[in-house]
């Protein structure tokens, strides 16, 4: 059972349209961190959320943590092909707090 | 400012023969260091973790280890490959006290 659930898996939008991706788990997180990878590279960090009810925006990225804090969504507004990729939520296991785990991904392409 | 490489890139291992992926970080001290297993286009599996030199945190019982020989050096190792080892390796560290991960370039692994 993943402890971080992300939805959709997929995603294949036009560029210029807005998206969500969201990000569910059952357990509190401290905090939630997003990642984006391109293939064959490793992940690099967008941002870290840590506060209930935080939002953070970068450029067309808006982040937001649940009141909660056990979910976080992502929002772009505008897509562009150079947001394609894959998508991952982490965050520090609930029984260890160097124990950092990955959301199951979404993999967004954005067709010009 | 800090870095940190693994390699190989890329292997191809036949069944039955041992591995050895090597991972290395500069300009920072005592970090938690990770390794991870990444299915094709899917989310990260936690393999195992350290928070400092010796201490090793396996997550996923099977045929790999690991070892942290030096402060910033992380190794993966298997004395037999198995065919289901095939993947993603990514090698990443943190700050202690930090959720958020600088992974390095990934060590894709084919084991036939």
């Known amino acids: 059972t993943q402890l971080l659930e992300q939805s959709p898996q997929f995603l294949s939008i036009q560029e210029g349209e807005n998206l969500t991706v969201y990000c569910n788990s059952s357990?509190?997180?401290?905090?939630l961190q997003w990642y984006r990878q391109e293939p064959g590279e490793g992940p690099v960090l967008l941002v870290t959320?840590?506060?209930?009810?935080e939002v953070k925006k970068l450029k067309r990225l808006t982040f937001q943590f649940g009141d909660a804090r056990k979910d976080s969504s992502l929002h772009i507004t505008a897509a562009q092909p150079g947001d394609t990729g894959l998508y991952l939520c982490?965050?520090?296991?609930?029984?260890?707090?160097?124990?950092?785990?990955f959301g199951t991904g979404t993999r967004l392409k954005v067709l010009a | 400012s800090q870095t940190i490489h693994q390699w190989p890139a890329t292997l191809v291992q036949p069944v039955g023969s041992p591995l050895s992926l090597e991972c290395t970080v500069e300009?920072?001290?005592?970090?938690?260091l990770y390794w991870y297993r990444q299915a094709a286009g899917r989310g990260l599996q936690l393999l195992f973790y350290s928070v400092g030199i010796g201490q090793i945190s396996s997550e996923v019982p099977q045929n790999l280890s690991a070892s942290r020989p030096q402060d910033r050096q992380f190794i993966l190792s298997s004395k037999k490959l198995l065919l289901s080892d095939s993947g993603f390796y990514l090698c990443?560290?943190?700050?202690?006290?930090?959720?958020?991960?600088?992974f390095g370039e990934g060590s894709r692994l084919t084991v036939l």
């Open positions: 357990s509190v997180f401290s905090s």
């Open positions: 990443a560290w943190s700050e202690q006290g930090t959720g958020e991960l600088f």
């Open positions: 982490a965050g520090s296991h609930p029984s260890g707090t160097y124990k950092y785990i």
């Open positions: 959320v840590v506060t209930g009810g």
């Open positions: 300009g920072t001290s005592n970090p938690n």
